[in-house]
């Protein structure tokens, strides 16, 4: 929030450039492209929409897996958004926490099946499915950025939101989201700017 005020108040033509993703960005050694994109937003509505959700949910899972394991969860999300968005489009201009947040949704909707709740019939749930059709049908959305960032976040929340029966040691939900993470550069490093 506070780089789109930033970049709003400093003129957001001119000082978002230096933050979106793109192919030839990454291509011109641009790595931190990755995250910093996820801090460009375009225009209020959509920075209000990604922050509210983040918040919402942020609260959901710190209560549950605490601060750090949520921050790596926003984050492993975060890049499987901008390296869904590389994959699919690597040509467009993009930006905005939408990758981040559709993982914290698609991660909220395994917990929820974890604790043999219907996610559809929860907030989130309707949500999620609200938001997967408007990235459909909308043009000029990142389909790549949501799916990307709603798959590595449903990945990642295997290890974050492990069953009760089947608790995994407390280092798996910091070590496998770092792994997860350093394979999307992985990824983002041999495929997209090959």
């Not at 506070?2 to 400093?10: E, K, N, Q, T």
């Not at 905005?96 to 907030?123: C, E, I, K, W, Y």
């Not at 949500?127 to 990945?155: C, D």
């Not at 939900?173 to 992985?186: E, R, S, T």
């Amino acid at each position: 929030m506070g780089l789109y005020l930033w970049m709003s108040l400093s003129g957001f033509d001119e000082t978002s450039i230096n933050f979106v993703i793109s192919r030839q960005f990454l291509e011109q050694g641009e790595w931190y492209r990755l995250i910093s994109c996820g801090f460009v937003h375009f225009g209020v509505f959509h920075v209000a929409m990604n922050m509210l959700l983040a918040y919402q949910l942020g609260q959901l899972f710190e209560q549950k897996i605490g601060s750090l394991r949520f921050g790596l969860l926003y984050l492993t999300s975060l890049l499987g958004g901008s390296v869904g968005a590389l994959l699919i489009s690597p040509d467009a201009i993009t930006g905005g926490a939408s990758g981040a947040v559709f993982g914290l949704m698609a991660a909220a909707l395994v917990g929820f099946r974890q604790d043999r709740v219907n996610p559809l019939r929860t907030g989130i749930g309707a949500t999620f499915a609200l938001n997967i059709v408007i990235t459909l049908v909308i043009p000029g959305i990142s389909i790549g950025g949501h799916f990307g960032g709603a798959i590595t976040g449903a990945i990642c929340s295997l290890f974050l939101l492990s069953p009760t029966k089947k608790s995994l040691p407390k280092f798996v939900g910091i070590f496998a989201p770092l792994m997860i993470c350093v394979g999307l550069i992985y990824v983002a490093v041999n495929f997209v700017s090959a």
